[in-house]
């Protein structure tokens, strides 16, 4: 655990993102995580969907579409805000980094959102983590009635 910083989503987001991992089975899904970081931790103000433009025979990874990614930081240079992490799923896994998420090239200091769907009945379990050098440290998730 990274001391006692918490990633803060609303419930309505959360469900959303379970939604999206649902909807895009058998692949991943994949988005973006808007927000804040503050004393406490990170706040997500808002989720944004994006295709999952990975190569079609690769259902174990994810790939942000590039052209979601730059109308977002457009958006946020003109509106303020922050891109303060991502999302996606693993439709037969466990909410925890894999080893094709290590390799991803994203910075560090951002937060990763994975949503887990297991079973002939989808059930989800999500996990939050912050990508640091070394890897991924486990954060604690808390689920906010509203937006934070
Ligand atoms: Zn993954």
């Keep these: 655990m990274a001391a006692d910083r918490a990633l ?9 993102i379970v939604a999206a991992a649902r909807n895009a089975l ?11 970081e503050g004393e406490g931790g990170w706040y997500v103000t808002e989720i944004v969907d994006s ?4 190569p079609a025979d690769r259902q174990d990874r994810f790939e942000i579409d590039p052209g979601v990614l730059i109308a977002v ?8 805000g922050a891109m303060i992490g991502i999302y996606h799923s693993h439709p037969n896994g466990r909410p925890t980094p894999s080893q094709t998420d290590l390799a ?10 994975i949503a887990a769907l297991s079973g002939e009945e989808e059930v989800a379990s999500v996990g939050a983590f ?3 050098e070394k890897g991924f440290s486990s954060i604690s ?8």
């Design 26 to 36: 058998p692949r991943e899904c994949c988005g973006l995580l808007l927000g804040r």
């Design 51 to 54: 295709p999952n433009v990975a």
């Design 141 to 148: 998730l808390i689920r906010e009635e509203a937006r934070p």
């Design 104 to 113: 991803q090239a994203w910075q560090t200091g951002k937060i990763w959102l």
């Design 130 to 132: 912050l990508r640091t």
């Design 73 to 80: 930081q457009k958006r946020l240079r003109r509106e303020g």
């Design 8 to 16: 803060r989503i609303a419930a309505h987001d959360l469900a959303a």
